[in-house]
């Protein structure tokens, strides 16, 4: 079945300290990925997304690694500030459509110490 | 930069009442969504909508729900008689429905209490 599990991970980390959020999706078929950052209070805000046929994307202090091996996609933050202190969710979409629906995982929360 | 509104932010209701909750999308966009939030938990799925009609639901969304685009502009959640475990924060969200992404941007919230 449809299963984006990020397994309730906390995650601690000193102000400029790389972070390493990680993600575990069940289904193959999922050709869409993105990550968002949820603040207290507010919607899901987009980060970074990836396609199935990538493994790798960068941007702005931010890259998501894709592993389709093990179905596995990780949020790599750099130089992490206290700004980025949030919940991360990984979500797919499994139906290949620009207008699918999205498929969320439970979340991690990321604690940035200043 | 564009972004999608909902209203109101909090919304405190008594079981067996009905509440409308509203969202203004993104103006071009064409896809629209709404999905809950109970607590502590991951955000979900409830429906899609595109063309003035339900493009998916979820099991969630049962007979006690309906979604409407009464005009060009608002997108609304109706609950017809409300339970307390539909207390949760639900998040419109809105995509353009074509390019490469298929980024969906999400609505501030509005907090359904119901007591």
């Known amino acids: 079945g449809e299963s984006v599990g990020l397994h309730l991970p906390t995650l601690s980390v000193q102000e400029g300290d790389n972070s390493i959020i990680n993600c575990a999706y069940s289904?193959?078929?999922?050709?869409?990925f993105i990550w968002y950052k949820q603040e207290s209070g507010k919607g899901p805000q987009f980060i970074i997304d990836?396609?199935?046929?990538?493994d790798k994307r960068q941007g702005q202090r931010v890259t998501v690694l894709l592993n389709k091996t093990v179905k596995h996609l990780s949020l790599q933050i750099a130089a992490t500030q206290p700004g980025d202190s949030a919940v991360y969710f990984c979500a797919e979409n499994l139906s290949g459509t620009s207008y699918g629906k999205l498929t969320f995982g439970q979340g991690t929360i990321l604690t940035v110490h200043p | 930069e564009p972004e999608v509104t909902q209203t109101p932010s909090h919304q405190v209701t008594q079981m067996g009442q009905e509440v409308i909750l509203r969202c203004v999308p993104i103006s071009n966009h064409l896809y629209f969504y709404w999905y809950r939030q109970i607590l502590g938990q991951k955000v979900e799925f409830l429906v899609s909508?595109?063309?003035?009609?339900?493009?998916?639901k979820s099991e969630i969304f049962d007979d006690q729900f309906s979604v409407e685009r009464p005009d060009g502009s608002n997108f609304t959640l109706k609950i017809r008689s409300t339970k307390l475990e539909d207390s949760a924060m639900y998040f419109c969200?809105?995509?353009?429905?074509?390019?490469?992404?298929?980024?969906?941007?999400f609505g501030p919230g509005t907090r359904l209490t119901v007591t």
């Open positions: 289904n193959s078929a999922s050709d869409y």
């Open positions: 909508f595109y063309n003035n009609e339900i493009s998916e």
């Open positions: 990836i396609r199935s046929n990538m």
């Open positions: 969200a809105s995509s353009p429905g074509q390019g490469f992404t298929y980024e969906q941007y």
